[in-house]
């Protein structure tokens, strides 16, 4: 099993910044991507960023130029860096394993708030 927190999700004014990480324990082996989802109120969830075993990393176009997903294999933790934030980026993000063998696992989610 994996076991996924995430934080640093919060109040954020337009074009402000915000750091979210998520911190892995549990069987982090065989992991094929670490990613990042979003929903939004009444929306489907949807993928936002996703980082490699090899770390090749990509991202909506929505959020392209924007968010930048990086991880510390020390610390078993992956970072969602989000810039010049949007009131369209409001949203409850989870963070996501997938493992080679198909298994994957999610976080609780944190909440993201871009308002005035």
């Known amino acids: 099993q994996v076991q996924l927190v995430e934080s640093g999700g919060g109040l954020v004014q337009p074009g402000g910044s915000l750091r979210l990480s998520c911190a892995a324990s549990?069987?982090?082996?065989?992991?094929?991507?670490r990613n990042w989802y979003r929903q939004a109120p009444g929306k489907e969830r949807e993928l936002v960023a996703i980082?490699?075993?090899?770390?090749?990393?990509n991202y909506a176009d929505s959020v392209k130029g924007r968010f930048t997903i990086s991880r510390d294999n020390a610390k078993n933790t992956v970072y969602l860096q989000m810039n010049s934030l949007k009131p369209e980026d409001t949203a409850v993000y989870y963070c996501?394993?997938?493992?080679?063998?198909?298994?994957?696992?999610w976080g609780k989610g944190t909440l993201v708030t871009v308002s005035s």
């Open positions: 996501n394993f997938k493992k080679f063998n198909g298994m994957e696992y």
């Open positions: 980082i490699t075993s090899g770390e090749i990393s």
């Open positions: 549990g069987t982090i082996f065989n992991i094929n991507t």
